[in-house]
Structure formats: structure tokens, C-alpha cells
């Protein structure tokens, strides 16, 4: 039986949700702004558009809303606060089971500091319905790096190639760096435009539910 290589954020679980949720707060308790949801908003995409790590995005907060806090100490309090918001869809650990108990192997390979990664598998159990994790960070490469997918199939145990999947909603790093990989690939676009150039997904899906579903239909 082949093997499938699910991203984590916004693919197993909701991260944009979490993400808001953790911002809401985080403004309040340090009265910042107005404690609107659109400013809680603004928060959120500061940290996904304007620096690279949440290490990064600690230390700029003092320039942004005058927090005198120590930025390590911004640090150790988000990676406790901001995973726990994160849940896992029932449905999503049944699907990753049924896949599990028909022979396929499973595997998380995601972009990002790997103590923060774990923290939200974690979190949520994921441990438990994968037979391996590997983040950016460890692997010392981020997708769509093929080495990446290649660290993640030798800690797997697998080959790289068309018996092996990928999903993600990354299209530049999720499906460009399965399809250098060599996997087959499943795109959850989230009402994101498909590239008009580059490769081509074999798959587009609405919910990794979806994706599930193709894996395990396929042969």
C-alpha cells in the first residue's frame, strides 16, 4: 500500500481560526487597539504577512504596539497560549484511521519551528493517527525543497514517487514541491485562484476530508 504526506496549517487542522482566536485575546489582555475583531485581524496578518517566525513577530511588537514585555518572554507565553486554540475534527482523526487501518502509512511534513509545530499536534493528538512528523526546522529544509519530502520518506520508510501523496493548501509549497517530489498531489485551495502557469495539481479538493476520501479511492 502507498503513503500520503499531509501539511499541517490550514490542511489538518484550522489554523486561520486559531490564529484569530489567539490575536482576539492577546489584544485584550494587553489592551491594545480597540479589541475589535478587526483589529485582532490586523494582528493576525502581521504575523502572516509581515515577519517569517513567531520569534520574529515577538520581537517586533514593541515597535508595533509599545509592548514593553521581553520579547522571549512574548515568545514562551505565545507557544503555550496560541497552539491550545487548536482542535482536531473528529471526522478528520476517523478518515486518517480508516486510511491507517487499509495499509496506508502517514506522515505530517510541515513548514515552521518545530517546537511550535509539535506543540499544536500535540494539542490536538495528532501523534496519534500518523506514523511519522517532521517540521522545516528539524529537517533543515522548508517545502517545497525537495529534500524535504526526501528526509520525510527516509524517515517513513518509503520511496519517493507516484505511490506516495501529498496535500496541502500551499500551492507553491505544498503542490510544487510534491510534484518535484514526484508524488501525486491534492490541493485545498480555499477559494485561492489557481496559478495560471507551473504544474498542475492531480487533485483539487474542498476539506482534507475530500482529500482523504481520493486517497483512499485510489489505487
Known amino acids: ?19 484569530r482566536s489567539w490575536a482576539l485575546d492577546f489584544m485584550r489582555e494587553h489592551r491594545l487597539g480597540d479589541g475589535s475583531d478587526a483589529a485582532a485581524a490586523e494582528l493576525a496578518a502581521r504575523r502572516e504577512h509581515a515577519v517569517s517566525s513567531w520569534v520574529e513577530f515577538a520581537e517586533n511588537l514593541h515597535g508595533w504596539y509599545g509592548i514593553a514585555t521581553d520579547p ?6 505565545i507557544i503555550v497560549d496560541y497552539p491550545a486554540r487548536f482542535t482536531l475534527d473528529p471526522a478528520v482523526a476517523e478518515g486518517l484511521t480508516r486510511l491507517r487501518a487499509d495499509g496506508w502509512q502517514l506522515g505530517i511534513v510541515t513548514n515552521g519551528a518545530a517546537r511550535m509545530q509539535h506543540a499544536k499536534i500535540e494539542r490536538v493528538g495528532l501523534h496519534a493517527y500518523v506514523d511519522m512528523v517532521l517540521a522545516s526546522e528539524s529537517a533543515g529544509f522548508d517545502k517545497p525543497d525537495v529534500r524535504i519530502f526526501e528526509i ?6 518509503v520511496e519517493l514517487g507516484p ?10 509549497k505544498d503542490i510544487t514541491g510534491g510534484i518535484a517530489a514526484g508524488l501525486r498531489t491534492i490541493w485545498l485551495p480555499h477559494g485561492v485562484p489557481q496559478p495560471a502557469d507551473g504544474p498542475r495539481p492531480e487533485h483539487t479538493a474542498e476539506s482534507v476530508l475530500e482529500a482523504i476520501a481520493l486517497i483512499a479511492a485510489s489505487e
Open 72 to 77: 522571549r518572554e512574548l515568545y514562551e507565553r
Open 163 to 172: 505511490g506516495g501523496w501529498m496535500v496541502g493548501d500551499m500551492f507553491d
Open 1 to 19: 500500500m502507498g503513503f500520503a504526506f499531509f501539511d499541517l496549517d490550514d490542511t489538518l487542522v484550522d489554523t486561520a481560526s486559531a490564529l
Open 152 to 157: 520525510a520518506a527516509g524517515k517513513l520508510g
